[in-house]
């Protein structure tokens, strides 16, 4: 068993599965074996014994390995979150109850061939961003036992990290799926609201909650996504991921930061340093930082506990409350019974203050020309001692600049940039509007391997990046030669349908090149040669589908899409010229492109 609990990274389980090097029954049970020395850790609320995980494996036995997406593939579930005939506590024995069936996001990842070992501990209710707020115990960092592990997905962020799974579930309403990736440096994704279901999950703020995905790298968080995310008909808060249809980006994203007086650190003076770090490794490779104002955002982030949606907390547990608020952690009780002072007329002015952040922020976005923000995830990291002395101050400052982001509505992935002078881990969260989950983590799998070299705190390789993985199903890669290039004429027909440039590159060493005949407007023809040929630049650009229609039909004869071969030996939608289109026009392979041919033409 070679790779059992040294390398749980969903590729590499794969492969010793298929090389016969281990086998799903061996792995979970050394996992099983290996938690319980964590247990003072206090990670698990319901730890599984063989017995209970013997009905998943069984259910692999009839199929092939490797035949599901996630065959053989361990996992965590924060204990808000249900499984089908474990109780589901929410941080809170009295308000157990054991389900009948799983939430919906679970038996999508079961029925791919996942196999959860446990249920883990959290903040009570979902609500806290320390992971100390659990009469199951506090959960303890992966890395310093004096520490906070973040909340409120504790238990799952730190089982991870400790490499007792391939990946887990959490919740995110607040923060609690990044906050905790952050402190046991993992990959968090809150994905855009919708997209996994909250079927089945106990409700924080019903309106703004979200299941998240802690994962060892980006390529990992990907393939969970890809089964997570399936439109749920019996959640009304569901969205399909086609509906939502973020603008494209370049090849490197334009990336925003808060400007100097947004950017807050409580006077952690390591933390600041690694954000600045960050930024400076960022430029360096090559990607353009932009300062944006963001008091919009900092001021919005206020509203999700100052404001009304404290009332959907209450609403989601208001008969447990009335009669057992004595029994419930005083901080989260406290929190959550202040609604009781809230009225219709505080849930209204709430609404519009959101509208009006909505629309400030959508302003200094546009504004700013970004393709995504970047912030530190928290401001800081707090010890368990600290936290104890103000549960709640404290609290408020780790969702600094998480907050903010279910209310306006983004997709956000947390990231490891490295770890401090005090060797803790820290990093940064990417964020953009709602549908962007796959372009969040294609960037997060570029950087990631730039800046640390393993994942949780056992020496877990991060792998280097693979852009070939993270397709988005909204967006096509469209070659234009001629009249459609940057500064062109018809540049504008790709402009006003919301199309970005990716890149600049050449076809392959297969093609020659025409000014056509036909006017008013000069264009240029592509014809691929059975041999010989040459290089012709092009432009790549980012094409929302639901656009290419409207686009096609004023592409005049003889032209057309096809597939273009590029220089690299992949293949794109491009423009193509019918060969009867070549009779009469002139020959401009020897220039290399259309570019050089308008300039020469003008010279002449």
């Known amino acids: 068993m070679s790779n059992n609990l040294t390398d749980l990274r969903i590729a590499l389980l794969k492969q010793s599965y298929a090389a016969g090097e281990t086998t799903p029954q061996q792995v979970v049970t050394e996992i099983l074996s290996k938690a319980a020395e964590y247990a003072d850790y206090n990670l698990f609320i319901t730890l599984f014994d063989n017995s209970q995980v013997a009905p998943y494996l069984q259910g692999l036995q009839s199929t092939e390995i490797n035949s599901l997406p996630l065959w053989g593939i361990p996992f965590v579930i924060k204990d808000n979150i249900d499984l ?7 941080g809170c024995a009295e308000y157990a109850y054991t389900p009948e069936e799983s939430a919906s996001v679970v038996q999508e990842l079961i029925d791919a061939g996942a196999i959860p070992i446990g249920k883990s501990n959290l903040d009570q209710f979902a609500t806290g961003l320390v992971g100390t707020r659990s009469p199951y115990g506090v959960c303890h960092n992966a890395f310093d036992f004096e520490k906070i592990s ?3 997905s504790s238990g799952s962020a730190v089982a991870l990290a400790l490499n007792l799974c391939s990946f887990s579930l ?3 309403t607040a923060g609690s799926g990044r906050v905790p990736a952050a402190f046991n440096n993992l990959i968090g994704l809150k994905p855009s609201k919708g997209l996994l279901s909250t079927k089945g999950v ?11 995905i802690f994962a060892l790298n980006s390529q990992d968080a990907y393939s969970v996504f890809e089964v997570a995310a399936s439109f749920d008909t019996k959640d009304e808060f569901s969205r399909k991921e086609v509906d939502l249809t973020p603008p494209p980006w370049p090849t490197k994203p334009v990336i925003g930061i808060p400007d100097k007086a947004s950017l807050i650190f409580s006077d952690d003076a390591m933390a600041e340093t690694n954000f600045h770090d960050t930024c400076s490794q960022l430029q360096s490779l090559g990607f353009e930082l932009k300062e944006v104002p963001f008091s919009a955002w900092l001021e919005t982030a206020k509203l999700l506990y ?12 208001e008969d447990f409350i009335e009669q057992h608020e004595a029994i419930m952690d005083p901080t989260v009780a406290g929190i959550i019974a202040s609604a009781r002072n809230l009225s219709a007329a505080d849930a209204y002015k709430g609404s519009y203050a959101l509208q009006k952040a909505i629309r400030e922020t959508e302003m200094l976005w546009q504004a700013a020309g970004v393709d995504c923000m970047m912030t530190p995830t928290t401001p800081t990291i707090y010890s368990l001692t600290e936290v104890a002395e103000n549960p709640v101050g404290l609290n408020s400052i ?16 947390a990231m490891p940039t490295g770890f401090r002078a005090d060797e803790l881990p820290t990093g940064v969260t990417f964020f953009s509007p709602a549908g962007s989950d796959r372009q969040l983590l294609k960037l997060c799998d570029e950087l990631h391997p730039q800046f640390v070299e393993f994942s949780g705190s056992k020496q877990t390789p991060v792998p280097q990046s693979n852009p070939e993985m993270f397709a988005n199903p909204a967006v096509i890669p469209l070659a234009v030669v001629g009249a459609h290039l940057s500064g062109f004429p018809l540049n504008s027909q790709l402009l006003e349908r919301g199309a970005k440039l990716l890149e600049t590159t050449k076809t392959a060493e297969k093609y020659q090149f025409y000014e056509l005949a036909s006017r008013p407007i000069l264009k240029p023809g592509l014809v691929k040669q059975q041999q010989g040929g040459s290089s012709i630049e092009l432009e790549i650009w980012a094409m929302p589908k639901e656009h290419l229609g409207s686009f096609q039909a004023l592409i005049p004869s003889p032209l057309g899409l096809g597939k273009v071969e590029l220089i690299d030996g992949r293949e794109v939608v491009g423009f193509i010229c019918e060969p ?3 009779d009469g026009a002139k020959n401009i392979t020897a220039t290399g492109g259309w570019r050089n041919w308008m300039n020469q033409r003008e010279a002449d």
């Open 398 to 413: 780790l969702g600094t600049y998480t907050n903010f982001m279910n209310l306006l509505d983004y997709a956000a992935v």
């Open 170 to 172: 959490g919740t995110d």
């Open 202 to 212: 106990v409700p924080a703020v019903r309106s703004q909650d979200v299941v998240s």
């Open 84 to 90: 089908a005939g474990i109780p589901t506590t929410a």
């Open 150 to 152: 973040g909340g409120s």
């Open 306 to 317: 100052g404001g009304a949606w404290v009332a959907e907390r209450y609403a989601a547990i």
């Open 580 to 582: 009867y289109g070549i």
